[in-house]
């Protein structure tokens, strides 16, 4: 069976996913309104999760929270399930599609089959619509893809069972219940406050203050970890920024987007400005990436490069703190 | 960033036909979308990062071969993945799957243990006790 869904690609998995299943019950909602609303702007810093040997910065949400905000912000009511074996699993989806009701699935990218190899890693919060199945193929929307693909049983089933940080166990889930207009503007301002206050919170590992202690363990890398390691980490951070999905600057323009789009909605100019505003910071974050992949290019980089970038991302969390600042006072 | 300022690099990506979307400004300053082939910042991130597991991946070769090491360390930088990740697969405590890693111990694992790796890494039990195969 196919269900009648329209695919549409996006920047974000997450994000897309929730837009096309909204749109698919009937409500228009753009990408980045979804991420704006569902407060998925972050900059955090998890110093006891390792991947890739490398120490973590995340730019956005955890997964799953984008659409849980959303959702509870615009009074959409959202069915999870997660399943102990892939029998389970795989009968619960297909009841689903039989039922002509298309479903997100959380799955792993390491056993992704269409993704290029370079980019399989032991990743396990990708999104994906299933929306029908066609000679034992299911039919998949990526929203990372421009056109839909389709995925045998068994290759579903491997990234739906994906192990390690974040492993999915089958993790499906759907809107089941949805308000009779979709209210935005209360749920735009809720977002908003909401960023602004993860942005400027007053502990060390998350928003701006995050950003700070990143700036100044990099400063410290090179002599305390090697070269080699300093260039490894900060090369992980300029991919968590710029990772598929991003829709660059580490998610600062599909929030420039949001800001935008949210300013015609709440007839609020202040909101436009700030989104130039934020876009600019972007750029920033764009120089940052630049800059940062000079050193770990050359392999051989002084610690004045490192200083440098370490600068960089230091007038970048100025900028932000001064920004989010203003934006809560705009809504 | 402006839409015209999208990069589009050569990168990894057209391989697999994927192009990934960014949003950026178009000339009336109106937020808008536009596709990009790849942008080398971020290809030379990635290529560093392979690099540094096939440098592993390597070094845990040798480790096998100067018998300083078993198989199950190589397979698992081969599949990009630390203990963590490799003990959530075969459903052990991080330090069983580390001491597995010990040659002498490698060498009494039964076949059940033996086959619930190879499983994971999709290789047959021979090829799991010898690299080679």
Known sequence: MEINFT?????????????????????????????????????????????NHAPVVTYRAMPGTIFNRFAKRTGVIIKREK???????????????????????????????????EYRFHFNAHNMVVYGKKDGRYLISDPVMEEVTS???KELEKVRF???????????????????????KKAIVKGIKHTCKDMTAPV?????????????????????KGVKTANHYL????????EIGTGGGGFRYIYGAFLQEASKILENDQLSTLSKEITQIGDLWRDFAVDASRIYKNRSATEDGYNKVADQLATI????EAFFKKLKKAV | MKKNEVPQDKSNLESANIKEMYYAVDENGEYTTELS???????????????????????????VLNNTTSPIEYYMELHKMDVGILASYVGMWAWRVKRHFKPSVFKKLNKKTLQKYADIFDITVEQLKDIHK
């Open chain 1, 317 to 320: 969390a100025d900028k932000e």
């Open chain 1, 83 to 117: 399943f102990s074996t892939a029998q389970k699993a795989k009968a619960r989806l297909d009841a689903n599609l039989e039922k002509n009701n298309p479903v997100g699935l959380q799955v792993g990218v390491y056993n992704l089959v269409y993704f290029p190899e």
């Open chain 1, 162 to 184: 994906a192990k390690g940080a974040f492993a999915p166990k089958g993790h499906m889930y759907y809107p089941i219940e949805f308000p009779e207009k979709l209210e935005l």
């Open chain 2, 37 to 63: 082939t790849g942008w080398d910042p971020k290809t030379i991130a990635l290529d560093n990062a392979i690099k540094d597991i096939e440098e592993r991946t390597e070094i845990a070769k040798q480790k």
């Open chain 1, 204 to 224: 060390p590992l998350v928003g701006v203050k995050a950003i700070r202690k990143i700036a100044k363990l990099i400063r410290k890398w090179p002599a305390k």
């Open chain 1, 151 to 153: 995925l045998s049983e």
């Open chain 1, 235 to 242: 090369g992980q951070i300029v991919r968590m920024q710029e």
């Open chain 1, 7 to 51: 695919h549409k690609q996006s920047a974000h998995c997450e994000n897309g996913v929730v837009s096309n299943l909204m749109r698919f019950n009937g409500f228009e909602v753009s990408e980045p309104m979804v991420f704006g609303i569902g407060s998925g702007l972050l900059f955090s810093y998890l110093p006891f999760l390792k991947v």
